[in-house]
């Protein structure tokens, strides 16, 4: 059975930053995108990033401001969101995208933990 749990989510002032982990098992890294997805109370939700082929993509709207890093062998994800503005606000999930479509496609998420960024 796939597992992604998410961990490090919580309230931050506009400008701040936070990290943000994830612990997989029961999932192939390299058989997929691996990465984040988000999803803001009443909008549809959007890939943020992931990491493919050694690989990395993100959605316009964070790139210069997260990094995402991977390590295969322990199976753990971190999102590092720097700068973080009040449309952050949402609640991310672990995710495995697949591979041929990178933040579009989700196979499999964990049950997400919840950033607040206030103005």
């Known amino acids: 059975e796939v597992q992604l749990v998410e961990s490090g989510g919580g309230l931050v002032q506009a400008g701040g930053s936070l990290r943000l982990s994830c612990e997989a098992s029961?999932?192939?890294?390299?058989?997929?995108?691996i990465g984040w997805f988000r999803q803001a109370p009443g909008k549809d939700g959007e890939g943020v990033a992931c990491e493919s082929d050694d690989t990395l993509y993100y959605v316009d709207s964070v790139k210069g401001r997260f990094t995402m890093s991977s390590d295969n062998a322990k199976k753990t994800v971190q999102l590092q969101m720097n700068s973080l503005r009040p449309d952050d606000t949402a609640v991310y999930y672990c995710a495995a995208f697949r591979r041929a479509a990178p933040l579009e496609r989700i196979i499999y998420w964990g049950k997400g933990t919840l950033v607040t960024v206030s103005s």
């Open positions: 029961g999932v192939t890294f390299d058989d997929y995108c």
